[in-house]
């Protein structure tokens, strides 16, 4: 099982509020990503990235932002949440390397705005 | 960037049951992965494949890659309630071997 954190696993909060979901990894990849996911649905990327004080955003638009600071460290922030923003929110890591890298996921964020 | 298209979009069987999900792109992949979402959960990663016309057996779940490298299959030999849950492809996009596309997902059901 891959080591990779995200807190909270549930977040139910109001229009308007700034939140911060947390994602870390303690296998030392170097690149990471955060998926967007509604209930059954396919998975979009929102952010990723390659290394320290490396983002990027992804295929589907996001309003959120996210950092790297440090390798472990990948968190994603919504400066005003809103109902729209209601998703699963998925983060993934990889190794460096040639080739495709196989991605370890997190167990997922499930955020609700009210 | 890189698309496939992955069918059925849904799969109900009775237990015992073989099931089969198909990814397809129009054009060469490079190599294709395979994960699994149980209901609930967060995707795992079965498999990669990277040989044109590649199979690979993990217990009851064969994997194929086409000789052509444009199309890839799971199948599952007689399945069982702890198959239940969405199998996805997923390929490399956008010219870079980090990013991955995922298709939309077969979620399979067992009936038991």
């Known amino acids: 099982e891959a080591d990779i954190y995200q807190t909270p696993r549930y977040l139910v909060i109001g229009t308007g509020k700034k939140i911060t979901l947390e994602c870390s990894q303690t296998?030392?990849?170097?690149?990471m990503y955060w998926y967007q996911q509604d209930p059954g649905m396919e998975l979009h990327l929102i952010h990723y990235?390659?290394?320290?004080?490396?983002?990027e955003k992804g295929d589907l638009s996001s309003e959120s932002t996210v950092s790297r600071i440090r390798t472990e460290h990948f968190p994603l922030t919504l400066e005003s949440a809103r109902p729209s923003h209601t998703s699963q929110y998925l983060c993934?890591?990889?190794?460096f390397g040639g080739g495709s890298d196989t991605q370890y996921f997190g167990p997922g964020t499930r955020l609700t705005v009210l | 960037g890189q698309q496939v298209m992955q069918i059925p979009q849904y799969q109900h069987v009775q237990e015992g049951e073989d099931f089969t999900t198909y990814c397809n792109s129009s054009?060469?992949?490079?190599?294709i992965q395979w994960y699994k979402q149980r209901p609930g959960g967060h995707p795992v990663f079965l498999i990669q494949?990277?040989?044109?016309?590649e199979v690979k057996k993990q217990k009851r779940l064969t994997f194929q890659f086409g000789e052509a490298k444009k199309n890839s299959s799971l199948h599952i030999t007689a399945t069982q309630t702890t198959d239940v849950g969405t199998y996805f492809c997923?390929?490399?996009?956008?010219?870079?071997?980090?990013?991955?596309?995922f298709g939309k997902g077969t979620l399979l059901t067992v009936n038991p």
């Open positions: 993934a890591s990889s190794e």
């Open positions: 296998m030392g990849h170097d690149k």
């Open positions: 990235s390659y290394g320290v004080n490396s983002t």
């Open positions: 054009t060469t992949l490079s190599n």
């Open positions: 494949l990277v040989k044109s016309g």
């Open positions: 997923a390929v490399n996009s956008g010219g870079s071997n980090y990013k991955l596309t």
